[in-house]
């Protein structure tokens, strides 16, 4: 584990001690782009504390469509799964490297017991509801007051933020899915896009101007 990347994410969150606590017990994984993290209904074990990368969170109906819930950058933890962890229950979300990614998994027998005992931890947790809170009911939004065509530029505008490019790399098919539509769908939004001037399309390949 790279203890100079864990200070250097969550230094100005956690205190040395926390930090020096988990550099301790903590197992590093790294996942590649498109590689399930977390699946739906798998046990957790772990909390994952992100390192490097980003996640994209997913949830999926009864029959296996998927909705993107919201991105998880550096230096965040999933709160979702955090829930599951407090109930000891299986995962309800799915979660996939966006790009590669590194992380930290923390045992979580370790979560409320530093909930007590820690004030950095559990204004951390407090605050990574709060703001997946306020990103889900922005998702609510989304879905119930934006058309499709401003939901579609809105996810490009994200991508561009996640990832400080302007090039998005991916495939209608993958943005259909994120966005519960059809490839249809989005490519003829993506060229309405281009030609109000605000994309520019290429193979598998998409430039925010």
Known sequence: MSKELLYQKFNHVFDNTLISEIEKI????TFTKDDIIIDINQPLLYIPLLL?????????????????IYFLEAGETCTMSLTCCMGTSKSKIRAVAEKDSS????????MQEWFHNNESWRNFILESYQIRFDEMLEAIDNLA????????YKYLINKVKLHTSKIIIAKHQDIAEDLHTSRVVIS??????????????????IEVL
């Not at 490097?52 to 469509?65: A, F, M, P, V």
């Not at 003829?188 to 390949?205: A, C, F, P």
């Open 188 to 205: 003829r939004l993506l060229k309405q896009l281009e030609n109000e001037n605000k994309i520019k399309l290429s193979r598998n390949k």
């Open 26 to 29: 903590g197992t590093t994984r």
């Open 103 to 110: 992380l930290i998994m923390v045992p979580v027998q370790k």
């Open 145 to 152: 007051f934006m058309k499709m065509d401003q939901r579609l």
């Open 52 to 68: 490097s990368g980003s996640i994209k969170i997913l949830r999926e109906d009864n029959e296996g469509n998927e909705l993107l």
